[in-house]
């Protein structure tokens, strides 16, 4: 399973665009890679899920280069409620198993 | 649309007592269940992958005989911590997914404290 690699924590003011970028220098060709938020004592919810280049929604941005070893998240103009824990996954999609395996996340405190 | 829910959010009892906490999805049908555990401060440490109409696969170091997980519909998955001890307590969260391509999506979690 392909490990990944993210800051421990950072720190925002509302308002500002937020990148979280993860590395995953090991991804196989057939691996998606997945952005969950998880607020305290709740499970993770889904961000969003791209393959290649750049993938957007309604609340995020995921931009990944040509080579698939890393991958940013972006999070256009955060408010206070975007203070939680974000985990960057990357893993076989397709097919049975779809293992996922969580790594350390990264903790983003928003301030006023 | 992909909502999971698990039941029951909370759970406090006594050492020993047997524990089920169940696992759906609400508007999916889900092949695949996951079953985590995660302590706090800590991230989310994957229990077993559940497939429906067969047996679980667990995850290195994990107990089958302690957790029984079974998987009997397409929306339908439970956990059982089987003669809990306090060192079970901890946050358990499930998750579903429908169909390849698609994206695991989680329950609420079931916070199990054991006296």
């Known amino acids: 399973l392909a490990k990944t690699t993210q800051p421990i924590s950072m720190d925002s003011y509302e308002g500002q665009e937020v990148n979280i970028t993860c590395s995953h220098n090991?991804?196989?060709?057939?691996?998606?890679i997945t952005w969950y938020q998880q607020f305290p004592s709740q499970g993770p919810r889904f961000i969003i899920q791209?393959?290649?280049t750049k993938v957007t929604n309604e609340v995020a941005s995921l931009f990944i280069p040509a080579d698939r070893k890393s991958s940013t998240l972006s999070l256009p103009r955060v408010s206070l409620s975007d203070t939680a824990v974000y985990y960057c996954?990357?893993?076989?999609?397709?097919?049975?198993?779809?293992?996922?395996?969580f790594g350390t996340g990264t903790q983003l405190k928003v301030e006023l | 649309g992909a909502v999971v829910s698990q039941h029951p959010s909370r759970v406090i009892c006594k050492s020993g007592t047997s524990v089920k906490i169940e696992c759906r999805s609400l508007?999916?049908?889900?092949?695949?269940m996951f079953w985590y555990r995660q302590f706090p401060k800590q991230s989310l440490m994957l229990m077993a992958t559940s497939n429906e109409g067969s047996k679980a696969t667990y995850e290195q170091g994990v107990e089958k005989d302690k957790f029984l997980i079974n998987h009997a519909s397409l929306t339908l998955s439970t956990l059982t911590v089987t003669s809990a001890h306090p060192e079970d307590s901890s946050f358990y969260i499930c998750s579903a997914r429908d169909q390849t391509n698609q994206p695991q999506h989680f329950g609420d979690g079931t916070r199990l404290s054991i006296l």
């Open positions: 090991n991804i196989a060709t057939n691996d998606y």
């Open positions: 508007d999916f049908q889900a092949t695949t």
């Open positions: 791209g393959y290649k």
């Open positions: 996954l990357v893993g076989l999609t397709s097919g049975g198993g779809n293992k996922l395996t």
